[in-house]
């Protein structure tokens, strides 16, 4: 952990965390900001422009969310799901730096929207689940909330509110310059108390501090988010640097990270039984599998 002040200039680095906390008013937050990864996740699909943004968004929002992890090979997983959505299948990931994800949509029906359209007019009615599965002792957590808000960083604020009880602020910027995407984001906590992972026994989801820290996250500009002269460091020190004390740490590199693999999907079809097997073989004895993250299929020899 290092001061603000401390802090080099000139480090814009793209698909990195800045993890900070502000001790004094029991804070913490994440700032992020992607290019060259989207570009990878992006590449293994051909989205039109709604979809990639909304992929690139919840990329973000993964990034921040996961990198909150202390168990350093655990993973973060976020869905949205619908029954009769134009989307009906989101789903990102995050374990140790790694990133990837994918959405499931209809086509047909997504042409007949405009440009911007409303999480609802892309969902509709559907819920979002954020699960964190530890490695470290094999626990998984699962929170689920209505998909609701102008935003998918709108519902995964309303996660932290009504699922773990932590007042969370998100503020997410995607923009896509000349065919690449450039997205952005920043998370932000009141703990309680200061204790990190505690169950809050008191919720005061209106405390005068938090309030405080609010404002001041509040106020970044969403072109800040993804401006590319301006550091994340800088970024955390022209919103806070009016606090007694300020602490950043960097996070994990972000990088495009599947498990899809011959021998991974080999030894999962090889935990069903013969029975089982000889259904899913073709006639030259392989089995096909689909990567949904990487638009990959693969032929396993089973
Ligand atoms: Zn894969």
Redesign the pocket.
């Known amino acids: 952990m290092s001061e603000v002040a401390a802090i080099p200039e000139g480090e814009t680095g793209f698909d990195r965390v800045l993890r900070f906390t502000i001790p004094a008013r029991n804070a913490r937050g994440r700032v992020v900001r992607l290019s060259p990864v989207l570009d990878l996740i992006q590449g293994a699909h051909d989205y039109p422009p709604v979809i990639a943004r909304l992929l690139a968004e919840a990329l973000v929002i993964a990034a921040l969310i996961g990198s909150l992890l202390k168990d350093g090979e655990g993973q973060m997983t976020m869905q949205a799901q619908t029954e009769d959505g134009i989307v009906d299948l989101l789903v990102c990931d995050y374990r140790g730096g790694e990133l ?1 994800g994918y959405v499931r949509h209809d086509a047909d029906r997504l042409a007949g929207l405009g440009a911007n359209p409303s999480l609802f007019a892309l969902f509709g009615r559907g819920y979002l689940a954020i699960t964190f599965d530890m490695a470290s002792t094999g626990q998984r957590y699962q929170g689920i909330v209505p998909l609701e808000g102008d935003s998918l960083a709108a519902a995964c604020e309303a996660y932290f509110a009504q699922s773990e009880q932590v007042p969370t602020l998100l503020r997410i910027a995607v923009r896509s310059e000349g065919g690449r995407c450039v997205a952005g984001g920043m998370l932000v906590q009141h703990l309680a108390e200061g204790e990190e992972g505690r169950e809050r026994l008191h919720v005061k989801l209106d405390h005068p501090e938090w309030e405080h820290i609010a404002a001041l996250a509040g106020s970044i500009r969403h072109d800040e988010l993804i401006d590319s002269a301006l550091s994340l460091e800088a970024l955390v020190w022209r919103l806070f640097h009016d606090e007694p004390e300020v602490r950043v740490e960097a996070g994990n590199p972000l990088q495009r990270g ?3 693999s011959i021998e991974h999907y080999a030894s999962v079809i090889g935990q069903f039984p013969e029975d089982d097997r000889a259904d899913m073989r073709d006639e030259a004895g392989l089995v096909s599998v689909d ?1 949904a ?2 638009s ?1 299929v693969f032929e396993i020899p089973a």
Do not use: L, N, Q
């Open positions: 990837r599947c498990r899809c990567c993250f990487c990959r």
